[in-house]
């Protein structure tokens, strides 16, 4: 017989254990950096501001939501690249939003 333990807590403590467990199963490791970009999303460019990235997304900070599954073209401006996007997450954070990319490239079967 197998016995349930609930772990009680505030809201934001278990929301944070949420994330590190989450961040535990990434696949890539994200590089903390600073960085300026734009999203383009249904014919508006906006700017954001980067905050990590890896090889398979980037999270950034935008002062306007982004709805989660939208298709975006994420453009990094120091480096130039440019990649299609599809938004992962969007929450409020602070006076802004915070995003989470995931950049639509093709990948290898083995992988």
Known sequence: MFA??????????VAAESRRKTAERREFRRIQMRFQASVQVDGRKLCVDGLDAH????RVVSGQPLPEGAL?????????????ASVRR???AGRGYEIGLEFLVPRNPSE
Do not use: I
């Open 4 to 13: 349930l333990q609930v772990k009680t807590g505030s809201g934001a403590s």
């Open 55 to 58: 090889r398979a997304g980037a």
């Open 72 to 84: 975006v073209l994420f453009h990094m401006d120091s480096s130039g690249f440019a990649a299609y």
């Open 90 to 92: 969007c929450e409020k």
